[in-house]
């Protein structure tokens, strides 16, 4: 475990934390007016390997040899110039910091990090974090890694758990879930929809589906797979067959076939590392899904609009109403999904440059 401590003056600036892997959603930005929740569990952090914030340069003036040695290998509207190996972790776990008048950045509910680092250390001044929690933003603290360093603390280090634990015990994410609002003259509110975090989830893993894909169709399970992946695919890649075939694969699932061209696979929510399987399946492509996400597409809670089986007897009432379903067709995040595809170096293909050209021009809004 560690402490984070100020690289001026030395003062301890958060509770003992565990590093973990940054959660596919860190950077999305949802809806208009939504009130997202904590992006980072209590006790844990993570680090962003990306630059956040401003100073902003536009794409033309960055030299294409700049950007990629960046990891970055097609058009994007803009690149942040700031410091890149920011240490996100929960607000509650932050300590010894004021927030800077000011720095409020472009926000209209919060703060939005924009403007740089918006809190600093209590003992000496120094600039040494961003807080997010504008609407529509995951709520978090950016430590910059300029400002601050950690500090090794005695504690329980705990092992990561296997694959066959984390496919027992890990926690599935619904795909649909209430979304909290800000609310307006009647108060707070909120409406059904599609998670958030499956929107992100699905925009990063339909990047790495087109690239898998080869241009030519891809065909997922059917469920909830066909539910959120599907349309996207057959409307940003050609029809005709033969298709490529996608499969869920993971710890504690039946082998992939050998004819499996695509497999669908958790990612390790402490490690970050991607599930591998053994044998000839390791030759197909994977595309990583956040474990709860991934939990649910292999073993989806059953919906069930009446009992099982029977009635419900005369002399019972029901007190709790049916879940509800969102109303509209699920969309993938456009942001994760641009921020995956221009990061992965195969989108330098003519093919894949013509889908992010139609996505940037709003050609593809109907699935996004």
Known sequence: ???????????????????????VHARQTYGNG????????????????????????????????EAEARGIY???HALSDGTPGASVIAPGDIRGTRLIPGKRGGACCGLDGADGPNMACESCDLPVAARVDDCSLWQAVRLSSDAV???????????????AELAEKGERTPPFEPIATWGGQLGPSHYWSWSPQWEAAVGHALAH?????????????DGVASDVFQRALDALLPAGAPKRRAVLAGPERPSP????????????????????????????????????????????????????SGRIPKDVLRDDPLPLLPNCLFR?????????LVRLPAVRSPWMRTILENLTHGASAVIF
């Open 332 to 340: 993938a995040d456009r942001g994760t999904f641009q921020h995956t």
């Open 74 to 76: 097609a058009p994007v």
């Open 1 to 23: 475990m560690f402490v984070f401590a100020c690289a001026g003056c030395g003062a301890e600036l958060t509770t003992p934390l565990s590093q973990v892997a940054l959660p």
């Open 257 to 308: 076939d050998a004819d499996a061209d695509i497999l669908l696979v958790p990612v390790h929510p402490r490690t970050g590392r991607t599930w591998t399987p053994a044998g000839p399946a390791a030759a197909a492509y994977s595309v990583p899904l956040p474990l709860g996400v991934w939990l649910w597409l292999v073993s989806p809670q059953p919906y069930l609009p009446v009992p099982a």
């Open 34 to 65: 939504a009130q997202l929740p904590v992006l980072m569990q209590s006790g844990t952090f993570a680090v962003d390997p990306d630059p956040w914030g401003g100073p902003w340069r536009m794409w033309d003036e960055i030299d294409p040899g």
């Open 149 to 163: 360093y950690r500090v090794p603390v005695d504690g329980t280090h705990a092992v990561p758990l296997s694959w």
């Open 209 to 221: 589906l087109l690239v898998a894909s080869q241009g030519q169709p891809v065909k997922v399970p």
